[in-house]
């Protein structure tokens, strides 16, 4: 594995110039695809944030082949890719040794985008799968996702007379992709760039299907600071929110253990999406979402050790 | 047809299974099953990744094909404007089938109709010989340089695909030296030379980059044409744009699209025996749409029937916009009216040609049209 020094002298395939906002964490993971593995990469992207901000024409932030044809069919979309690159190994028509990597928001993914995502990897494309979950359709201005967590304000689900944010449970994507029975499942956040690369890494160079999913907090989504954004996602993994933790061919592996598990609202509580959650009338919903967490993250160490 | 993309033998194959098109992937798939194509077959959850596979196959660089029908080319539509707007020469096979509500498996051309303005080019059929045909040129249209488009074969559900008909096949070696070796051109796999593709285009670009569409679709005319010539050369059957059938001295001409055609035929050979003066012109391109061939061809012509074999709910039938715009400078104007049959696949029979023939003799001695538009063959008023 190569070290973050190692790492940032080889090019990026993301460079400056795109448009995301500023603080906006995505080009954390974006810089890294081709950093960490010396494979050459062939790169998909569904409709969002990325896509647009990266390339506007006649501009492309893009150093490597890339690919967007709408929101929710990047992996289908780079079923075809791929499925050619097998056509032109099959004949001899290349010695290139590419990989795959297929990138799209939380809508394009957990909603949207969720069917073809399922199929491409049942069928078993050599793909990695990157989500960058923000918790909203952020690129249409903020609205509420499978991916939004309960209580969040988003403009599908403003605070209002009646109901207050999210009324709902956000689903878990991981979970789903973990029962696709496929070689690699992982979570990661892009505060930790050991662990992500590390990920990275391992979801491209594997054969066969890979999925990933990286928490990515949203400046404008989240109402935070613009600086705020990797700290943000380390807070939100710290209260064990967002566990990091990777499935290999079925087996849990629990990345990294907080020492001191921090209550959910210190996370929520920095966040201006839950700041209306510190009305004293919303305590029964904080309660249930600090179990929630704590019994998702018994059961996450229960795996591992059913594992080992 | 799957016999067609045998002998083409694409790269990549994605498709989803529907009636009626789903033998053609059935078909297709046990060639590959016994090693007869080179072809990698995505087995897809949907047409809608059907076509999105399909879109990343070709951007890779690959000759790619898929088959459907009805629902599923509806839930490709997204898909098939960004097919065209990419320039992604994609072969499609496209049994027409009525589209759902209230669900039918049989013929009408609802389906590819909906889809006519989505950038494809649109060949049609009359029978399987010309569906087949139809398909080994259509490879070399759309990946000619000046057009680099998709195109569309259609051919009617059941009606056709279902049916056993004489036809010739022609040998594979001959069929792939008419269409030779296929590269696209910027492929995603060329990693020494990486591309973009499908970036966001806004109202600084965009247009510039539909009219240039625009060009390479209206291209498409003259190189159907010469691909049809060599075609005929080498295979010995000749197309054109449309087909001309009896019309050149005909006051009253019929127009039609695929299989209904031969029927329409038969009864213009038998009122041509009793001397009328009677004939037919078939569409075969409907997209791009030959307007100036057409009024060219129709000029003399006093009466014009067209038949649509769909409807553009709330306005006429989509063929018979086209052939009344082809039609409006002509002088004289012909009188010009709709007929919308067969939907849902209701038989027309040669009876109910023949009453329409007596209509358009009537409406050709009165000097009018009586009735613009109208269902033919339904119960009730």
New interface residues.
């Given amino acids: 594995m190569p070290t973050l020094q190692e790492m940032a002298k080889k090019k990026a395939a993301f460079s400056s110039g795109h448009r995301l906002c500023a603080g906006c964490p995505v080009p954390i993971f974006t810089k890294m695809l081709t950093q960490v593995t010396d494979f050459?990469?062939?790169l998909?992207s569904a409709t969002g944030c990325l896509?647009?901000a990266s390339?506007?024409?006649?501009y492309?932030a893009?150093?490597?082949?890339?690919?967007?044809?709408?929101f929710?069919?990047v992996?289908?979309?780079?079923?075809?890719?791929?499925?050619?690159?097998?056509?032109?190994k099959?004949?001899g028509r290349?010695d290139?040794r590419?990989k795959f990597v297929a990138m799209g928001g939380d809508g394009g993914t957990y909603d949207i985008g969720i069917?073809?995502l399922?199929?491409?990897m049942?069928?078993g494309h050599d793909l990695l799968y990157i989500c960058y979950d923000n918790g909203a359709y952020m690129n249409t201005g903020i609205q509420r996702s499978g991916a939004t967590p309960l209580g969040a304000a988003t403009t599908t689900t403003p605070v209002g007379e009646v109901t207050a944010g999210k009324q709902q449970q956000r689903k878990d994507l991981t979970k789903i992709m973990v029962a696709h029975h496929m070689r690699y499942v992982a979570q990661a956040s892009i505060h930790n760039p050991i662990d992500l690369s590390n990920k990275i890494k391992k979801g491209i160079e594997l054969d066969g299907p890979a999925f990933l999913n990286v928490l990515c907090p949203c400046i404008p989504g989240w109402r935070i600071a613009p600086d705020m954004a990797v700290e943000s996602a380390r807070c939100g993994v710290e209260t064990c929110f967002w566990p990091l933790y990777e499935v290999e061919d079925g087996k849990y592996k629990v990345n990294y253990r907080p020492k001191q598990k921090i209550p959910i609202t210190d996370w929520l509580f920095s966040q201006g999406r839950f700041t209306h959650l510190k009305n004293p009338r919303f305590a029964g919903l904080l309660e249930g979402f600090q179990r929630q967490v704590d019994e998702e993250w018994t059961w996450l160490l229960d795996q591992e050790k059913a594992a080992t | 047809m799957a016999e067609a993309m045998r002998q083409i033998n694409p790269d990549v194959v994605a498709a989803f299974p529907i009636t009626p098109s789903t033998q053609v992937i059935e078909d297709f798939a046990t060639f590959v099953a016994d090693g007869k194509v080179k072809t990698e077959l995505i087995t897809v959850e949907s047409e809608h990744s059907a076509m999105s596979a399909c879109i990343g196959a070709s951007a890779a660089g690959g000759r790619v094909m898929t088959a459907t029908s009805a629902n599923g080319l509806a839930l490709m539509w997204e898909m098939l404007y960004i097919a065209a707007s990419m320039r992604q020469p994609i072969l499609m096979t496209v049994v027409n089938r009525a589209l759902s509500a209230p669900i039918n498996i049989h013929c009408d051309h609802g389906d590819s109709m909906g889809a006519r303005d989505a950038g494809w080019i649109q060949i049609y059929a009359e029978n399987n010989q010309e569906a087949y045909d139809n398909m080994v040129m259509a490879p070399v249209i759309a990946e000619h340089r000046d057009v680099r488009l998709p195109v569309m074969v259609c051919l009617d559900g059941f009606i056709i695909s279902h049916s056993i008909e004489t036809m010739e096949l022609e040998e594979d070696q001959a069929v792939r030296d008419f269409i030779g070796p296929y590269r696209g051109l910027h492929s995603l796999l060329d990693t020494d030379r990486p591309v973009t593709w499908g970036a966001l285009d806004l109202h600084d670009y965009y247009i510039e980059h539909k009219r240039g569409q625009q060009a390479a679709i209206e291209s498409a005319k003259s190189v159907i044409e010469s691909v049809s010539d060599r075609f005929y050369r080498t295979f010995g059957r000749k197309y054109e744009l449309f087909e001309s059938y009896r019309i050149e001295d005909a006051e009253r001409v019929m127009v039609a699209i695929n299989s209904v055609a031969g029927e329409i035929k038969e009864v213009v050979d038998a009122l041509r025996d009793a001397g009328e003066k009677v004939g037919l012109l078939k569409i075969r391109l409907f997209r791009p749409f030959p307007y100036a061939q057409i009024a060219a061809a129709l000029r003399g012509a006093k009466v014009v029937t067209v038949l649509d074999r769909s409807t553009s709910m709330g306005a006429y039938g989509p063929l018979f916009g086209e052939i009344r715009t082809a039609l409006y400078d002509a002088e004289p104007r012909p009188l010009v009216y709709n007929r919308t049959f067969g939907l849902g696949g209701r038989e027309l029979f040669p009876d109910d040609i023949q009453e329409l023939f007596a209509e358009s003799r009537r409406y050709l001695q009165n000097g009018k049209v009586e009735k613009i538009f109208d269902f033919l063959n339904v119960r009730g008023d």
């Fill in positions: 050459d990469l062939v998909g896509e647009v390339s506007i024409f006649p492309s893009w150093n490597v082949p890339w690919i967007h044809t709408a929710e069919n992996a289908a979309t780079m079923s075809g890719v791929e499925a050619m690159y097998r056509v032109l099959k004949e290349t290139k590419l069917q073809s399922s199929a491409a049942e069928r």
